[in-house]
């Protein structure tokens, strides 16, 4: 039977993940919107530091108190916004800013499926993760040299589909953990910060997949 304190406590936990990651969502739109007009190589290098640098502090502010690790974690997402600010404009610019808000909506599907699964099937996903982290660097790996040996469309859907896969896959692992983890305010931070970067990254593999498409159907018109 399942202790009725510990269920309380994982429901305690979800609800406190879902409040700040609705936050994150609404902080990360307007970050996006100001960022449209970033377009400058130093901007966006300066943007970058700041946000990695930023996954490394929002923990250590967690740690110190629950409202440092809030406000931490409303800067850091405010950043992430401006940061990817310019790419999903250019997106809106490729595939209409209706496609778009399709995406954003299809992940936050592609999420809720994923999430139920992961907390609610039962099903021990902890030999998950380091699977998970190959795959992530591997996707990294294959995203750099793409950089400078431009990919063909086919290998750039491939590409997408499988960065898709692996993010979808998080959602599961991420999910899971949260089933599993203590009721605390640092927990809920840390688990936000997973699933929003699970929940843009898949985002942004979709849209490039779209994009991708898009472009070889226009080639065929």
């Avoid at 859907?157 to 983890?181: E, N, P, Q, T, W």
């Amino acid at each position: 039977m399942n202790n009725p304190e510990n269920t309380l406590s994982k429901s305690g936990l979800f609800s406190k993940v879902s409040l700040l990651l609705s936050l994150s969502f609404v902080i990360s739109a307007a970050g996006t919107y100001l960022g449209q007009g970033f377009h400058s190589m130093a901007s966006l290098i300066v943007l970058g530091i700041a946000f990695l640098a930023g996954a490394f502090i929002v923990p250590i502010c967690a740690k110190a108190s629950t409202s440092a690790g809030i406000t931490a974690l409303t800067v850091w997402t405010f950043i992430s916004g401006l940061f990817i600010g310019p790419c999903i404009h250019q997106y809106v610019h490729i595939l209409g800013w209706q496609t778009v808000c399709c995406a954003y909506l299809g992940t936050g599907a592609v999420m809720a499926g994923c999430g139920a699964v992961g907390a609610l099937s039962g099903v021990n996903f902890s030999n998950m993760g380091r699977w998970l982290m190959v795959a992530l660097l591997g996707l990294i790996a294959a995203g750099i040299i793409g950089i400078f040996i431009p990919m063909s469309q086919t290998v750039n859907i491939v590409y997408s589909l499988i960065g898709m896969a692996v993010f979808a896959l998080f959602f599961i692992f991420d999910f899971f953990r949260l089933s599993k983890s203590e009721n605390t305010w640092e927990a809920a931070i840390d688990l936000t910060m997973q699933l929003y970067l699970d929940y843009i990254n898949f985002l942004l593999y979709l849209l490039r997949f779209l994009a991708a498409t898009a472009g070889g159907s226009k080639s065929k018109d």
